[in-house]
Structures are given as C-alpha cells and as structure tokens.
T-cell receptor, first 114, second 113 residues
C-alpha cells in the first residue's frame, strides 16, 4: 500500500535562514510526488512535482525539492525563508500502475519568525 | 477565471439529515476528487472520478456517495450524516490522474450535531 510520512508536525525557522520540510514515501512502482501549500482558511495550492527526469525540481515562490530514490524521500527546501512562507505544507504521492488514488501526508506547519 | 467552486462553504446539520455538497470546475478536467481534512490526519481521499459515470473509492469512502453525470460537476452526498463526518471537505480536479497538478476548491466546513 502507498504511504507518505511527514515526520515533523511543525518546523520553526528564522527569516532569512534556509528551510527544509521532510517527506518520505512508500509505493510500489514509480512514484509521482507533489508538494502543496495551504494558507489559513484557503484551499491547497500546488508548489511543485516530480514525475520523471531531473531529481532536483524547482517550483513556485523559490521552493525546490530533491527526489532521492534510494532514501525514498522528497524533501522541500528553500534557501532563504520569508515570514510569508508560514503555512501548512503537504506532501502527496501517487504511483504508476497503482490506480488513480492520491495519498497525502499529515502535513507540516512551517513557522517563519522575523 | 479557471476555478473549482464548492457550495456551501459552511454547513451545520443534524445527524441523519441527508445533504449534498456541490463541486464544479470550469477547466474541462477529466479527473475529480473529494478529500476530507482532519487535524493530525492530513487529507484523506474519499472518492475520485476518472470521467463521466466512472467513479472509484479512495481511502475513506464509508458513509459517502458521489456521482458524475456531467464532466464539470462532482457532488458529494451524505445520505445519513453522523458526527464523525464533521470535517473540512475539499474538491479537486485535474486533466489527468496521477501525474497532473490538482486544483483545489476553497473547502466546505461541515459540522454534524
């Protein structure tokens, strides 16, 4: 069965410092990996995805993520955090040949302090 | 404007009273999906639809029904709501499943007393 783990409920970082939000996954077959962000009282917005190709994926708002097949990870990163990045971040996975369902992680709350 | 709309945005109801949450998208997307969001549990997929008249169960389908009679609409039906269905519900759509970006609606906050 497919699964996604976001091991940290909350990540705290100072403005201007680099940030990392962790995600690991378990699927049979090739994974398709996504990051979404949710601001308060809003729906989810797409940040970036890995389908195939280059392991380093660049997305919206200066975020990037690296697909690591051997560690089954897809951590979200940003070189310099902004206060406005404070939000709830979700990792999600679907998989080739595993039907058409999506599995989301439990979410990680990012708090960027001035 | 490309968007996914949901109605109502907020709903308070009582146990056993049938309700429908509507979802509509104007992007001609094939794939549509319903999720519920609960604290500490993240988003869990309820049902999804590959196209008109094609639906399938997600992770937590019990107590829910869906239909896809038109490509743009994907209503979520709770025939006999119970308090454990109190949650925040999101509809989403995309051109294709698996590899395509999903566009999410604004959410429907449901309280079942």
């Amino acid at each position: 069965a497919q699964s996604v783990a976001q091991p940290e409920d909350q990540v705290n970082v100072a403005e201007g410092n680099p940030l990392t939000v962790k995600c690991t996954y378990s699927v049979s077959g090739n994974p398709y990996l996504f990051w979404y962000v949710q601001y308060p009282n809003r729906g989810l917005q797409f940040l970036l995805k890995y389908i195939t190709g280059d392991n380093l994926v660049k997305g919206s708002y200066g975020f990037e993520a690296e697909f690591n097949k051997s560690q089954t990870s897809f951590h979200l990163k940003k070189p310099s955090a902004l206060v406005s990045d404070s939000a709830l971040y979700f990792c999600a996975v679907s998989a080739e040949g595993q039907g058409f369902s999506f599995i989301f992680g439990k979410g990680t709350r990012l708090l960027v302090k001035p | 404007e490309a968007q996914v709309t949901q109605n109502p945005r907020y709903l308070i109801t009582v146990t056993g009273k049938k309700l429908t949450v509507t979802c509509s998208q104007n992007m001609n997307h094939e794939y549509m999906s319903w999720y519920r969001q609960d604290p500490g549990l993240g988003l869990r997929q309820i049902y999804y639809s590959m196209n008109v008249e094609v639906t399938d169960k997600g992770d937590v389908p019990e107590g829910y029904k869906v239909s896809r009679k038109e490509k743009r609409n994907f209503p979520l039906i709770l025939e006999s709501p119970s308090p454990n269905q109190t949650s925040l519900y999101f509809c989403a759509s995309s051109f294709t499943p698996s590899t395509d970006t999903q566009y999410f609606g604004p959410g429907t906050r449901l309280t079942v007393l």
